[in-house]
Every structure is written in C-alpha cells, then in structure tokens.
C-alpha cells in the first residue's frame, strides 16, 4: 500500500493567519482526498484533489477557506486559511490503496488561538 | 447526515471480555472496511468485506457484512490493551466518495 507523508504534525496558530498542511506520497495517485476530524470523532470529507484540475469541495467547504493545490501526482497542499478556533481540528490526506483500502496520512493537530 | 451509526458511541471493557461493535445504516453499499484510528495517528484498515454474508476473521478480530449489504459487525474475543483505539466503519458506493461510520472509542482497562 501507498505510504503518506504529512507534515506538520501539530501546529498552534493565531487567528487570522494560515496554515498550509502538506502531503507527500511514495507513489503517483490520482486523487488525493482531505478530511477534517474533530478529537475522537469520525472523519468529514473536505474536498478531492486531481492533479491538473481544480479540487472538488463537499457541501460546507469553499476553496476560498480551504485551497488546495495539486502540482504533480504524488504530492498535496490543504491551506486552512484565516483561521478561527472552530477550525481547530485534526486534518489528514488519503490515496486509495486499491485492496489495501485507503491510506491516511498521520494527520496534522491544528490548535487556533 | 450521517448514512453509518455506530454502536455503541463508547465501550470500556476489562482485558480479556468479548466486545461486538455495530455499523448500520439504511443504504446497500458495495463494501465495507473496517478501520482503527490510534491517537495521532490516521486510520488505519483492518479489513474489506465485499460480500452479502461475508465473514473474515484477522486474529481475535471477526467482521461480518450484512447479507442485504446495509450493515457489519466486528467482534473482539479476549480483548486486549492493543486493541484501544477508534473503530471507524466506512461504506463505498459505486463511484460515490467513502463514507465513514460516526465511530466507536474502545478502551481496554487491563
């Protein structure tokens, strides 16, 4: 199965400010998929990313606070942007892994102060 | 709205019970898989079932898929430490994006 780079591992930010949360994998994907899971909770679909087009936003997500970038097939940026403490969440990246079902990434502990 | 409960919410059990862990939900789906989550970590999967009646067994762990393909069980015998962590159910449907299950929050005291 893919293996999942995600860095940071945690952050403290200020409101206001952005932060940009990276995913790198070991292999070429097609999509590459962003969640946000509050501590403890189930994991909520952001948004889809193809390389080589814009990302695809579920209902409650705009791309105004939640660009993604998608420059190449192994690589994903998620910037939560003006941030507020309710977007203090964990945010991961996942791949489909074929039988392997998906792979997440280790996830990014976001704190808004 | 959320198209997979879990049951129960939270489970505290001692080392060593059995433990069942349900995943409902009222739409058919074309697999399933079973994943647990370990603080700061992300989801990782246990298993995929595929088919109605389906029964895989991964150690201590068994996992059932409904026969009309809407719900899934896992079962734990003799529960261990290790075996804390969040259970996260998630359903695929045709093309349609993965859809998690609200999770169950299983501790083992030992």
């Known amino acids: 199965s893919a293996v999942i780079s995600q860095k940071p591992s945690r952050d403290i930010c200020q409101r206001g400010t952005s932060l940009t949360i990276q995913c790198q994998v070991d292999s070429q994907v097609t999509m590459m998929f962003w969640y946000r899971q509050q501590p403890g909770q189930s994991l909520t679909l952001i948004a889809t990313?193809?390389?080589?087009?814009?990302?695809?936003?579920e209902s409650g997500f705009v791309i105004d606070k939640f660009p993604i970038s998608r420059p190449n097939l192994t690589f994903s940026t998620l910037t939560v942007s003006n941030m507020s403490p309710e977007d203090s969440s964990i945010y991961l990246c996942?791949?489909?892994?074929?039988?392997?079902?998906?792979?997440f990434g280790s996830g990014t502990r976001l704190t808004v102060v | 709205t959320q198209l997979l409960e879990q049951s129960p919410q939270f489970l505290s059990i001692q080392e060593g019970e059995n433990l069942t862990v349900y995943c409902n939900s009222s739409s058919v789906f074309s697999s399933l898989q079973w994943y647990r989550q370990e603080p700061g970590e992300g989801p990782v999967l246990l298993v995929t079932v595929v088919t109605g009646g389906e029964v895989k067994k991964l150690k201590r762990l068994t996992f059932q898929f409904g026969d009309a393909r809407k719900d899934s069980s896992l079962h734990i015998t003799a529960a261990q430490p290790g075996d804390t962590g969040l259970y996260l159910c998630?359903?695929?449907?045709?093309?349609?994006?993965?859809?998690f299950g609200t999770g169950t929050r299983l501790t083992i005291i030992p």
């Open positions: 996942s791949v489909e892994s074929g039988l392997y079902g998906y792979t």
């Open positions: 998630a359903g695929e449907k045709g093309n349609e994006k993965l859809t």
């Open positions: 990313a193809n390389q080589g087009s814009e990302a695809t936003y």
